[in-house]
């Protein structure tokens, strides 16, 4: 059984980008999103798509302990394929702007599912509700 939860990070207004599955880390997603957006090397890099994509991603691996033995742990994915099973809300970060949503729709997010000031407990409230 898992605790599936995704990461999108989002270019060009959702045109592009990639996402980010974990097949048993739940909730602490938020706590990868928060690595992303602290990162300075990300805050630097936003605006520049193939920067800013490969910080974001290796940060939130990095950060969910990704281990590349398992058959069920991990997984990338592009808006072309769309995300993989998932239980809770989206996490989706703009590489473009910075901008944070927990949105029910990844390809979407709504203006109301943007997080003005981001934390983890934030995060993972709205990603439960």
Do not use: C
Request: hydrophobic fraction near 40%.
């Amino acid at each position: 059984m898992g605790d599936r939860s995704n990461l999108f990070f989002r270019a060009r207004g959702g045109a592009g980008g990639i996402g980010i599955y974990a097949h048993s880390s739940g909730t602490f997603m938020a706590d990868a999103a928060m690595a992303v957006l602290k990162n300075k090397a990300f805050q630097d890099r936003l605006g520049d798509t193939n920067y800013a994509l490969r910080i974001g991603v290796q940060t939130a691996l990095e950060a969910l302990m990704a281990d590349s033995t398992s058959d069920t742990g991990f997984g990338l994915w592009t808006p072309a394929t769309g995300a993989d099973d998932n239980e809770y809300r989206y996490i989706v970060i703009d590489i473009d702007d910075g901008a944070v949503f927990v949105a029910k729709d990844w390809k979407k997010p709504k203006p109301s599912e943007k997080v003005a000031k981001p934390t983890a407990a934030v995060l993972r409230k709205k990603m439960s509700s």
